[in-house]
């Protein structure tokens, strides 16, 4: 079963942080606000305490896996 992940574009995700970022809000608000996980505006500040704002951008995971599929299917056309 195929479960379909939703992508949230960095300006959606820079302006969860800081909502949370001002304090004018707990991040349980934040969570019902953006309709996000608590886990997910964690994840968010880490990469983005980490990465700046290219952290915030498509997750290197994903390009790996999508270089990975592209990979594969190459592999295969070539037989």
């Known amino acids: 079963m195929f479960v379909s992940k939703t992508s949230f574009t960095p300006e959606f ?13 707990s991040l349980a608000e934040i969570v019902k606000m953006f309709k996000v996980f ?5 994840e968010w500040k880490y990469q983005f305490d980490t990465y700046g704002i ?3 951008e ?3 995971i994903q390009t790996r896996i999508k270089c990975y ?3 594969q299917v190459s592999m295969f056309s070539c037989f």
Request: aromatic share 14%; proline share 0%.
């Open 13 to 25: 995700k820079i302006e969860a942080l800081n909502a949370w970022e001002k304090g004018n809000y």
């Open 38 to 42: 608590e886990s997910t505006i964690r």
């Open 54 to 56: 290219k952290g915030l």
């Open 58 to 60: 498509e997750s290197s």
């Open 69 to 71: 599929f592209r990979f």
